[in-house]
């Protein structure tokens, strides 16, 4: 099993930027691909980026593509979220989440170990 705990959420007005961490324990890091999700007030947890074991893939949603960066340091059992160019609509619980799949989803159910999530507020 591995233990998930993220950090660096806050408050950022609109345009600006945020990096999320997520440090990993309890197993080896490398073995799992990683997600980010993030849950607003009133709607589901959505996906928001993934990267493989390696950092050598990545998939992200439309609605982030270009804007926000995931990556990771397996030395530092670490992955990131570099979140640029904030939007008032990206006010949500962030959540990063591990998988043992070799291939990157956008499923919340091949997740099955989550952190306990992070506030991202953009004010406008």
């Known amino acids: 099993q591995v233990q998930l705990a993220e950090s660096g959420g806050g408050l950022v007005q609109a345009g600006g930027s945020l990096r999320l961490s997520c440090s990993a324990s309890g197993s080896t890091f490398s073995s799992y691909a990683m997600g980010w999700f993030r849950q607003a007030p009133g709607n589901e947890r959505k996906f928001v980026a993934a990267?493989?074991?390696?950092?050598?893939?990545?998939y992200y949603a439309d609605s982030v593509k270009g804007r926000f960066t995931i990556s990771r340091d397996n030395a530092k059992n670490t992955v990131y979220l570099q979140m640029n160019s904030l939007k008032p609509e990206d006010t949500a619980v962030y959540y990063c989440?591990?998988?043992?799949?070799?291939?990157?989803?956008?499923?919340?159910?091949?997740?099955?170990?989550w952190g306990q999530g992070t506030q991202v507020t953009v004010s406008s």
């Open positions: 989440a591990a998988t043992g799949l070799f291939g990157l989803t956008r499923e919340k159910r091949a997740y099955p170990y």
């Open positions: 990267i493989n074991w390696s950092g050598g893939n990545t």
